[in-house]
């Protein structure tokens, strides 16, 4: 290990674990909107998920294959399985036909979706100030998205569906707080090559012939990098607390401009560029105030009866 990765604190650490994690994510993406351009969407997620497979069923293999199958909660595991695959799809068609930098930006807003559906679907209180946050978030996608008959095209409808459905999966992932990252990532990856299959199954063009064994490493790749990159993300929060490292997450369109400039040459439009500086400040603020809030609630917890009367 080089030195000046031995020097860095704990927090240093994982600050710099988290931005290799986005760079990693972004990566992913970029090579799975240029993939997705030669083959079709099953053939690419089905592949990535093979590839994910063999990297982690040793992994659970060594900690404990049993408890994959003891699954908590298994009607909302099935649940999380289909929004993430759900989400996966949406993303892939979405991608194909926009910017990466456009389609990141809509996948941005998940925890503004997120926080305005947690008091119905979790219970929890939302003050006036995140409600204020999250109104300006979906300014901000209404301004990214800028509604009329023309920018309306299904790339970006699938934009916002996929989008939702991974606020739907961060959701549910909430609520299976007890289930180890490694299951649900199995069940997740499990979903999609199922889904993968079906798709090649049941389209017309569902499995082009590979082209080079060039683009079979790089359709492998997705999968593996993928997994890289949750990996990445899950030891940075090990790392360092979740408010040092979490909003490095926004860097992830950082990468998306400058990979989708430089293979793609896509260059981001203003509507876009206004809207994702909205979205992004309004999703830190809520992060910072949910924080602040479970800190308050914690300090009172353990403070003594009559300072907290």
């Known amino acids: 290990m080089p030195n000046f990765i031995r020097q860095l604190s704990p927090t240093g650490l994982g600050v710099a674990v ?18 997705v351009s030669t ?8 592949i990535r998920s093979a590839a994910a497979l063999i990297i982690l069923v040793p ?5 404990n294959i049993s408890s994959v199958l003891r699954v908590e909660r298994p009607m909302l595991q099935a649940s999380r399985a289909m929004f993430s695959t759900a ?38 209180k939302v003050g006036w100030r995140r409600w204020t946050a999250i109104a300006i978030g979906f300014v901000g996608v209404l301004i990214a998205l ?28 909430r609520q299976l707080r007890n289930t180890p990252d490694t299951v649900l990532a199995f069940w997740q990856i499990i979903g999609a090559a199922l889904a ?13 012939p590979l082209k080079s064994g060039f683009d079979l490493s790089l359709l492998a790749l997705l999968g593996i990098v993928a997994m890289a990159a949750h990996m990445l993300v899950n030891r940075a ?14 860097t992830l369109l950082l990468w998306a401009v400058v990979f989708g400039w430089l293979m793609f040459g896509d260059i981001p439009q203003p509507s876009i560029v206004i ?19 479970k800190r308050r609630l914690a300090t009172a917890a353990n403070a003594p009866l009559e300072d907290v009367v």
């Open 18 to 35: 988290m931005l290799l994690g986005m760079l990693l994510f972004a990566l992913n993406d970029a090579m799975g909107k240029w993939l």
């Open 39 to 46: 083959y079709s969407l099953g053939q690419v997620i089905l």
């Open 59 to 63: 992994i659970l293999w060594r900690a």
């Open 87 to 124: 989400e996966l799809f949406c993303f892939y068609f979405a991608v194909k036909a926009l910017p990466l930098a456009d389609v990141m930006t809509y996948w941005l807003a998940a925890p503004i979706y997120v926080a305005a559906l947690s008091p119905f679907l979790l219970g929890e």
């Open 146 to 173: 800028k509604p009329s008959s023309a920018s309306l095209t299904p790339a970006a409808l699938f934009s916002i569906l996929g989008s939702a459905a991974f606020a739907f999966m961060m959701l549910s992932g």
């Open 196 to 208: 993968g299959i079906v798709a090649i199954a049941v389209t017309p063009d569902g499995w082009v």
């Open 237 to 250: 929060l090990k790392l360092a607390d979740a408010a040092t490292v979490a909003p490095l997450q926004y």
């Open 275 to 293: 809207g994702a500086g909205l979205i992004v400040l309004s999703g830190l603020y809520i992060f910072f105030r949910e924080n602040a809030l």
